[in-house]
């Protein structure tokens, strides 16, 4: 099969007493994502999205939420593995993320986590592209006690 598309989908609560990281970056706000690694939702969906189209599952079975050794993990670190893994058989053809989340405004952060994204992926900065969403005032994402993520992942089979 030359082409296999993945999708990814991750959404953590907001807390108090943790760093925010979003995209492998750390963000100035006076919240955090709960989670048993460091909850980053963008770096999450991105994994969701590539195991996907490598049908091997998702996050939890490679990085199982109930491990001392995953336990406030660097989710770029996860990326990187899973990247390697996809780049056995296959190259990282382009990743789309939207994030959605009220607060913080994220767009200043674009462009670093495009360069982390990028460089975990092994690809050009060219093949990410990392959108931003409000949801209005609405639901949980809304009242800003959670932040999401969906990604898209296009692999093509390698050639050599």
Not at 98 to 113: F, H, Q, T, V
Not at 124 to 144: A, D, M, N, P, W
């Amino acid at each position: 099969m030359p082409f296999r598309i993945g999708t990814g989908f991750d959404i953590h609560r907001l807390v108090e007493g943790r760093p925010l990281v979003l995209g492998g970056v750390v963000i100035s706000f006076e919240k955090g994502l709960l989670g048993h690694s460091d909850g980053d939702v963008i770096i999450h969906a991105i994994c969701d999205a590539i195991l996907g189209a490598l049908a091997m599952g998702d996050i939890g079975v490679m990085f199982p939420d109930n491990s001392q050794e995953t336990k406030d993990i660097y989710s770029i670190r996860m990326l990187e593995t899973i990247a390697e893994k996809a780049k056995k058989s296959y190259t990282i053809s382009n990743i789309d993320c939207n994030c959605m989340c009220e607060k913080p405004k994220l767009s200043g952060y674009r462009e670093a986590m495009t360069d982390m994204v990028s460089r975990a992926a092994g690809i050009s900065k060219s093949q990410v592209s990392i959108k931003f969403r409000t949801y209005e005032g609405l639901g949980e994402i809304g009242s800003s006690n959670a932040i999401a993520a969906q990604a898209v992942v296009l692999l093509e089979e390698r050639k050599d």
